[in-house]
Nanobody, 123 residues
């Protein structure tokens, strides 16, 4: 059974950092792209970042480019999202999701989702 579990969310002050983790199980993660999405209250879910199955290609939304870094460790079936210089507008529930093949910026292209982790950026 495919399972994705996010962790690492929390409350942080503007300018601070958090590292989100996504633990994958139930499938061979090295064949799957993994993306991070977020959803703020009253807003649509938006793509934040994605990493290819090998880790050789990464993609970022313009709003997080230069501040967030995605990485993966296929030996541990883990994907990470390092978030630096956090802003109040980064506040959202963050989800990891997976799909076989290449990255996509569209949420409906992903087959499996985690339960999400809350990130709140506030002073």
């Amino acid at each position: 059974q495919v399972q994705l579990v996010e962790s690492g969310g929390g409350l942080v002050q503007p300018g601070g950092s958090l590292r989100l983790s996504c633990a994958a199980s139930g499938f061979t993660s090295r064949y799957y792209a993994i993306g991070w999405f977020r959803q703020a209250p009253g807003k649509e879910r938006e793509g934040v970042s994605c990493i290819s199955h090998s880790g050789g290609s990464t993609y970022y939304a313009d709003s997080v480019k230069g501040r967030f870094t995605i990485s993966r460790d296929n030996t541990k079936n883990m994907v990470y999202l390092q978030m630096n210089s956090l802003k109040p507008e980064d506040t959202a529930v963050y989800y990891c999701a997976t799909r076989r093949g290449t990255c996509s910026g569209y949420a409906n292209a992903y087959d499996y989702w985690g339960q999400g982790t809350q990130v709140t950026v506030s002073s």
